[in-house]
């Protein structure tokens, strides 16, 4: 199980939640976004990445990393896509 900790630039904490560690982060990491924040329209992980090792070693992804979710906009709204604010991940494991 890890624990999973989003917080802004600032260091505010705007979402928290656990997850498996069974390899579906990314959606897990997309829905504890969005509990936190009750965003509509949800918001999906657009990118992920670690800071330091973890990335490489066995515990990915353990560790302080970085995410940008966004969503894409329907095409009668000009299409494209709409990004947050990177955001700053703490994943340990519970």
Known sequence: MLKVRICD???AVVAEGTC????????????IYNAG??????????SYGSYGSAAESDDYPVGTGRASFGY????????????DD???VHVERA
């Open 20 to 31: 498996s560690d069974s390899g579906y982060f990314p959606p897990a990491l997309a829905s």
């Open 86 to 88: 990177e955001m700053i």
């Open 9 to 11: 630039a600032a260091g």
């Open 72 to 83: 894409t906009r329907p095409r009668q709204d000009g299409g494209g896509y709409v990004l």
């Open 37 to 46: 924040l009750d965003l509509t329209p949800a918001r999906s992980l657009q």
